[in-house]
């Protein structure tokens, strides 16, 4: 099997989050916490077409993403700066880079069936409704039902595509035999600091970990490896001067591998058999 590079994204800020839509579609959310921007950009996943770059808002920093539904982008405010509690939903196309609807009162709890679930915080309950995803009309109102809004978050959970991600696990001396090999071949003499991460896609054992590069600074390195000989097919250094042990470096969706380097750049390999 063999790793090839499809494209990459670099950015002058650092990237802050990645989420992948229902339809392939990558939004990469990037911030500057010294000029206090955020800007977001928006790529077909497998081919790397770009739909948007450095998408900014009225609101230049205090925004962030709640979700990406059927091209449809959730954003929220936040209730105060430098707090993590969030207000307002700003409903946005990612086809047409508009606006679809916003909502001053109302604040995110996650989307089922295209209808947006939310709430008004009262002084010690909760009141809910759901709106439309591509209109923001109300739908229904459910007062104070936690019961039956919980029942349909779960049920928005279960139907999320899991199975289309792959995320590293924590490496122990309880891994399968050929996987505890190779990583112990791997880590024989270096000074490991934080967890091994791993996981396998088909024959690949694709790992990361940090090692020390003198007292202060840590290396970062990512190798994909056949599981059955024990080849090396890829490697390379994710972050090669860091201060402290960073995980969930990389993770699989669908064929291709996402790997984070240098807090600034994102990289994606086709893992397909078919290379």
Same mark, same amino acid.
């Given at each position: 099997? $063999? #790793?090839?590079r499809l494209y990459s994204f670099k950015s002058n800020n650092q990237i802050w989050r990645i989420l992948i839509?229902?339809?392939?579609?990558?939004l990469i959310e990037t911030r500057n916490v010294n000029s206090k921007e955020v800007m977001f950009t928006c790529k077909e996943i497998f081919s790397g077409k770009s739909i948007f770059e450095n998408l900014q808002l009225e609101e230049k920093f205090w925004i962030g993403?709640?979700?990406f539904y059927n091209d449809v982008i959730i954003f929220h405010k936040f209730a105060k700066p430098d707090m993590p509690g969030h207000k307002e939903i700003i409903a946005f196309d990612s086809s047409t880079q508009n606006v679809l609807w916003k909502n001053e $009162? #109302?604040?995110f709890q996650f989307v089922f069936n295209n209808k947006v679930y939310s709430y008004i915080q009262l002084f010690d309950s909760r009141e809910f409704f759901s709106l439309d995803l591509f209109t923001g009309e109300l739908i229904e109102q459910f007062g104070?039902?936690?019961q039956k809004i919980n029942e349909l978050k779960k049920q928005a959970e279960n139907n999320y595509p899991y199975k289309d991600?792959?995320?590293p696990l924590k490496y122990d001396a309880t891994a399968n035999g050929n996987i505890k090999k190779i990583i112990e071949t791997l880590l024989s003499n270096i000074?490991?600091?934080g967890d091994v991460e791993y996981n396998v896609y088909n024959n690949l054992?694709?790992?990361n970990f940090y090692s020390k590069t003198n007292e202060e600074n840590l290396m970062n390195k990512f190798y994909a490896i056949e599981l059955n000989t024990g080849k090396e097919v890829f490697s390379t250094i994710l972050n090669s001067n860091s201060n402290a042990f960073v995980p969930d470096s990389f993770f699989v969706y669908k064929s291709l591998l996402l790997m984070l380097k240098e807090k600034n750049e994102l990289l994606i390999y086709n893992l397909s058999e078919d290379n």
């Open positions: 099997m $063999k #790793l090839k839509s229902d339809t392939d579609k990558l993403i709640e979700g $009162k #109302l604040t104070e039902d936690y991600y792959l995320f000074d490991i600091v054992l694709l790992t």
